[in-house]
């Protein structure tokens, strides 16, 4: 009746999830599927604690608004091992944030957004963002079972999240191989592409940003970076800053000795940056196309 209610209450768009809901999504996902039962007590990790499972790893989690997560393995009767992580990152938008920090290959058709590779299933939906993994095996029908678990996990997750804002500024038509980041903070930037030693674009869990990879003609990516910063002046500030770091200035595309073609543009509280473009006219077309955008 609980579930009855909010989705009357809710209907045709995402809700906001109480700390009593999450519960209910961990106890919901089934302790037995098909085959593969739990194999130990299930473990839980908040943000203090979470280093303990994923030691050097934990950072990525953490620069997002984590709450919590859930750590269940189940087993078969041959003894193999699934390992399942379900972390509760706050919100849609950062679920969908850390899914895509490392998404790399197509969609597997679990949750809102997934991919599988060689054992490991990663998706996102609604806030939560899972990782099923198949421990130690290279059994090629490995992804039978990984993805039913998936499917099993996602059925729990009775509700769809909304995905970051930012994406409706990105033209209808993308490059085929292009890939989508969207993160908060500097170290984030940092894992995908090096820009400054120092935070010069005062990056943090404040501000929201897009990275956009585009394939290119060369073996260098070309990127568009798109911040949105609590205030106006916060994006004008770090535009002064980046400005003065390529030794350039806002009228033209300049060629930076690592960063290649760029060039950045501040429009209200949005920073957008051209950077490793194949040339000037492209580093003019790649914000002018997502000003575009922006403006419908």
């Not at 997560?69 to 969908?96: C, F, H, K, P």
Request: hydrophobic share 40%.
């Amino acid at each position: 009746m609980l579930w009855i209610c909010l989705l009357l209450f809710n209907i045709g768009q995402p809700f906001a999830i109480t700390n009593q809901e999450i519960d209910m999504v961990f106890q919901n996902i089934p302790k037995q599927i098909d085959q593969w039962t739990l194999r130990s007590k299930d473990e839980i990790f908040d943000r203090k604690t979470i280093f303990k499972h994923i030691n050097g790893g934990a950072e990525l989690y953490l620069a997002y608004d984590f709450q919590k997560a859930l750590v269940r393995r189940y087993t078969d009767n041959t003894g193999m091992e699934i390992l399942v992580d379900v972390y509760d990152m706050g919100s849609a938008q950062d679920a969908y944030g850390v899914f895509s920090s490392e998404y790399d290959r197509g969609d597997a058709g679990v949750g809102q957004g997934s991919e599988y590779a060689d054992g490991l299933l990663r998706f996102w939906k609604n806030r939560y963002f899972v990782s099923v993994y198949a421990m130690g095996n290279d059994d090629k029908n490995i992804s039978i079972p990984v993805k039913k678990i998936g499917h099993a996990i996602a059925a729990a997750i009775r509700s769809k999240g909304k995905k970051p804002d930012m994406l409706r500024w990105l033209p209808a038509t993308l490059p085929p191989k292009m890939k989508v980041r969207f993160f908060h903070t500097d170290l984030l930037l940092q894992k995908h592409l090096y820009i400054a030693d120092e935070n010069i674009l005062d990056l943090s869990i404040k501000t929201d940003c897009l990275l956009l990879e585009l394939p290119s003609n060369t073996d260098q990516l070309s990127h568009i970076l798109l911040i949105q910063y609590p205030k106006k002046h916060d994006a004008d500030e770090a535009l002064k800053r980046f400005i003065n770091h390529i030794d350039g200035d806002t009228s033209s595309p300049v060629r930076h000795e690592t960063l290649g073609w760029t060039w950045a543009q501040a429009n209200q509280k949005v920073l957008t940056i051209a950077l490793n473009a194949p040339g000037k006219q492209q580093a003019i077309d790649m914000l002018t196309k997502i000003a575009a955008t922006r403006r419908k």
